[in-house]
């Protein structure tokens, strides 16, 4: 069954360093997003990305986040200068927009630890 | 603003029972409502989905029933297993597919 993957599943590092979080949506899907979870709290939405932008930002996702679709498979989410605050699950998401379900796909996330 | 509500937070059965999950959200103007599962350090895997449209969804031992007019939905889980150990969270679109909303979550103990 087709799956979203994110890589890496754990990743550790220094406050102030950068940190791109590596996604690939199910093959055929046009809607992509990144989401996180403090430990702890709920899910949030931080990210959707389509035809190659931006569509929706939260007021988390600030001038230290970027996203990227360098390819046709992958799907990046980069932080430029981590925060203890930003140690968090991310998530990534899928979905079709072939049928109008709204069905969202998630990944296993990336941990993320800022020491 | 969209609020969700999942009570309860934690749920503890022994095995064989049913569970039933209530999550509730304060703007009934909904496309659909999705139940998700996540075990610890894990991700989230999508069970159901619902649409506005209709009054319930099911697979297999798991059944979701949405009532928009006053703004609840319910995740019914028949003859628990411990399996099903798990965080379940309930999550809606806000102003765009895709944006979600989630619950809290309520954390299910099934005991042998």
């Known amino acids: 069954e087709p799956e979203v993957t994110q890589t890496p599943s754990h990743q550790v590092t220094q406050m102030g360093q950068e940190v791109i979080l590596r996604c690939v949506p199910i093959?055929?899907?046009?809607?992509f997003y990144w989401y996180r979870q403090i430990l702890g709290q709920k899910v949030e939405f931080l990210v959707s990305?389509?035809?190659?932008?931006?569509?929706?930002k939260s007021e988390i996702f600030d001038d230290q986040f970027s996203v990227e679709r360098p390819d046709g498979s992958n799907f990046t989410l980069k932080i430029r200068s981590t925060k203890l605050e930003d140690s968090a699950m991310y998530f990534c998401?899928?979905?079709?927009?072939?049928?109008?379900?709204?069905?969202?796909?998630f990944g296993e996330g990336s941990r993320l630890t800022v020491l | 603003k969209q609020e969700v509500t999942q009570i309860p937070a934690a749920l503890s059965v022994p095995e064989g029972e049913n569970l039933v999950l209530n999550c509730s959200f304060t703007?009934?103007?909904?496309?659909?409502l999705q139940w998700f599962r996540q075990d610890p350090g894990k991700g989230l895997t999508s069970l159901l989905l619902?649409?506005?449209?209709?009054r319930e969804q099911t697979s297999g031992r798991l059944n979701a029933s949405l009532d928009k007019s006053s703004g609840r939905s319910t995740l019914y889980i028949a003859a628990s297993q411990p399996g099903d150990s798990a965080t379940y969270l309930c999550a809606v679109p806000t102003d765009s597919w895709g944006k979600l909303q989630f619950g809290a979550g309520t954390q299910v103990v099934v005991t042998p």
């Open positions: 619902i649409q506005s449209s209709q």
């Open positions: 998401a899928s979905m079709t927009g072939a049928t109008n379900t709204g069905e969202l796909f």
């Open positions: 093959s055929n899907h046009l809607y």
């Open positions: 703007d009934s103007a909904i496309y659909n």
């Open positions: 990305f389509y035809n190659n932008e931006i569509s929706e």
